[in-house]
């Protein structure tokens, strides 16, 4: 019983017609450089060695790979094509060469992050966690909401919903608010000190649509009232954040998202923050084992907080 098909039989066949590897090598430096002495001196041999293992091709095949013609060499019709094929070949060599050579990489975490979050604070530490964990590979997804695990690995999360029984999560900080503007919008709105301060009747309150109800939660939290000034609603949480930085209005902020621009002194925060009764947290679809990337993952990013 013949176990070879003839396919294989027919490939094997052909490989054995093939000229000598060495050979080959010769000719596409040649090929290359349009030179036999530059190819000579690229791969460590005399000038009559590569001239020799391109004509044995030529020979071989019985066709002219290049016209000499004063002490230059051009390649032919057959030449090019041929041209074209080794240097196909020894790229695909050198790469796959390349892949054998490097050490596997881990798979990377896929982690998915509130947009705003993801922007604001998750993002400029990034750096921190390359350089404290090189080897563990992070892909960051933005997003909102339930979470589909599957191509996504672990989500961070503030606990405004209902993920479900069989999410696991691990709490990474809680989350304080409190009213932001600019320096300058403090100094022309904000009349007084501590709990007595209030917003002259100009200021403007931003809102999101997003947070709908954040002035409320904060005042519940902080035990004030909301201030009765005009308002500007946008679309997206992050957009009221830019906005109080540029003395658009005020806005209520969450330590997390501010603390750079606060520490910058791009944001003030002249009420303080008070903890809203929420949290933020590490969601995956089992228990974090000890020891593993994700645990890594989790451990750096309650440090952050």
């Known amino acids: 019983m013949n ?21 080959l090598r010769c000719f596409e430096a040649a090929a290359r450089l349009g030179s036999f002495t530059r190819a000579a001196q690229e791969l460590h041999l005399t000038h009559g060695a590569v001239s020799r293992a391109v004509r044995s091709i030529e020979d071989a095949l019985a066709v002219e790979l290049f016209q000499r ?4 060499v051009f390649l032919t019709a057959a030449g090019e094509r041929l041209r074209d094929a080794t240097a196909a070949a020894f790229d695909v060599l050198a790469a796959t060469v390349r892949e054998l050579r ?3 990489r881990k798979p990377a975490l896929v982690l998915s992050c509130e947009p705003t979050l993801l922007m604001r604070w998750l993002i400029p530490r990034l750096p921190a966690f390359q350089a404290a964990h090189p080897g563990i590979g992070l892909q960051l997804v933005a997003g909102g909401g339930p979470v589909g695990f599957g191509e996504i690995d672990l989500a961070i999360r503030r606990n405004d ?3 479900g029984r ?17 320096p300058a919008y403090r100094a022309r709105h904000l009349r007084g000190e501590g709990r007595r301060a209030q917003w002259d009747e100009s200021a403007v309150l931003l809102h999101s649509a997003t947070r709908l109800g954040a002035w409320a939660d904060w ?12 308002t500007q609603a946008f679309e997206h949480f992050y957009f009221s954040l830019q906005a109080a930085a540029a003395g658009v209005g005020v806005a209520i902020g969450p330590w997390q998202l501010v603390r750079d621009d606060i520490e910058a002194g791009v944001l003030v925060a002249p009420q303080g923050f008070a903890a809203d009764g929420s949290g933020y947290h590490l969601l995956s679809p089992q228990a974090i084992s000890e020891g593993s990337p994700a645990a890594a993952l989790l451990a750096w990013l309650r440090a952050q907080a």
Do not use: I, M, T
């Open 3 to 23: 176990d070879h098909k003839p396919g294989e039989e027919n490939s094997r066949y052909r490989r054995g017609e093939l000229p000598p590897l060495g050979a």
């Open 219 to 230: 005042a519940r939290a902080a035990r004030r009232r909301v201030p009765v000034v005009q």
């Open 69 to 72: 013609r004063s002490q230059r």
């Open 166 to 182: 069989r999410v696991h999560a691990q709490l990474l900080f809680e989350e304080r608010v409190g009213p932001v503007c600019s």
């Open 102 to 104: 490097e050490p596997p």
């Open 161 to 163: 919903f209902d993920w």
